[in-house]
């Protein structure tokens, strides 16, 4: 473990990406203040992230709800820096799209604003998705930052069950990026694709049950994995904290590693894990094939991804076996 570098606050700990950037926060040498929902009962087992290394010394734990953004200033407090991976996720069943959106966009700027009351935090990450990207009319075989996703296209055109989600996602990085230049808050938002890998949350993440969808028997899947872009959990947590350090990154970063298609996924699975019953049939299989998702201005700037496809796929069977899914 590395010395001091200071304190970070990291929203949505308990989660996938959340708790795996703790994990490696307190291995640089931060101390960590990260954000849970309430739990009345004491009945959340938090054991997975008060047992990592340095935990007992480094990290805090604050209850803290995106429906009341003043809940976050007791753990912003002090911290010089700001990863905002959480998400709304109290999603009602045929819930209004602008309700969904404007909690969302109410949660994040509440958050930012906290971040301007405490003083001392002097830069924000944002995490956002690629769903703020790739839902347009554009046809091309490669997106920059530069693309956004259409929201009256998707409005109009596109039914899906991410239609809600995507919307969502889109008005609210724009909405986090012009708070932050009408404020003089230095902030940058991270578009990360699919992520894929090993994870020390309890539950498994839906894009990692999405990516394993083959073994999983899950055939509604299938058509997400046509072709698609991927990113392992390190990969994007060094991402994250790489833009935290960096002091010229500015604006939006894409961050995805690899472009995967079906025929490829079924014949990793298939070769390195013959315990596994894999369907090979991708006949009928229909969806949308995505373009690619650049990370030139991510390659750019310095960082390296370390892991490749198979890699993701290793990380994410090893961690499922561990807690039982498998």
Not at 213 to 233: E, F, Q, R
Request: aromatic share 8%.
């Amino acid at each position: 473990m590395e010395g001091d570098k200071g304190s970070v606050c990291v929203t949505g700990g308990t989660g996938y990406i959340g708790s795996w950037l703790i994990k490696l926060l307190l291995q640089l040498g931060y101390s960590v203040n990260t954000t849970v929902r309430a739990d009345p009962g004491n009945k959340r087992d938090l054991s997975f992230l008060t047992n990592l290394p340095g935990a007992d010394e480094k990290l805090g734990i604050f209850t803290a709800d995106l429906g009341h953004p003043q809940s976050f200033d007791a753990a912003i407090h002090g911290c010089k820096g700001l990863l905002h991976v959480a998400s709304p996720m109290d999603f009602h069943e045929n819930e209004p799209e602008a309700v969904v959106t404007q909690r969302s966009i109410d949660g994040a700027l509440g958050i930012l604003e906290a971040c301007l009351r405490s003083k001392s935090v002097k830069k924000v990450v944002y995490t956002s998705s690629i769903a703020a990207v790739y839902f347009n009319k554009e046809s091309v075989e490669m997106m920059d930052e530069s693309y956004w996703t259409d929201v009256d296209y998707v409005r109009s055109e596109v039914k899906s069950v991410v239609s809600s989600y995507a919307i969502t996602k889109t008005l609210t990085e724009k909405a986090v990026l012009e708070f932050a230049t009408q404020h003089g808050l230095d902030l940058v938002t991270v578009v990360p694709p699919m992520v894929v890998g090993p994870f020390i949350c309890p539950k498994m993440q839906g894009s990692v049950r999405t990516a394993l969808s083959p073994i999983l028997g899950s055939g509604n899947d299938y058509s997400l994995l046509i072709n698609v872009a991927m990113v392992h959990t390190d990969d994007l947590s060094r991402a994250l904290i790489f833009l935290l350090e960096h002091p010229e990154a500015k604006g939006r970063y894409n961050c995805s590693s690899d472009m995967v298609t079906a025929p490829k996924i079924f014949e990793i699975l298939s070769t390195k894990y013959p315990e596994f019953t894999i369907s090979d049939s991708l006949e009928g299989i229909k969806g949308a094939k995505f373009p690619g998702l650049s990370s030139k201005k991510l390659l750019d700037l310095g960082f390296k991804f370390d892991y490749g496809v198979e890699d993701m796929y290793d990380g994410a069977i090893k961690s499922c076996k561990e807690k039982g899914f498998l």
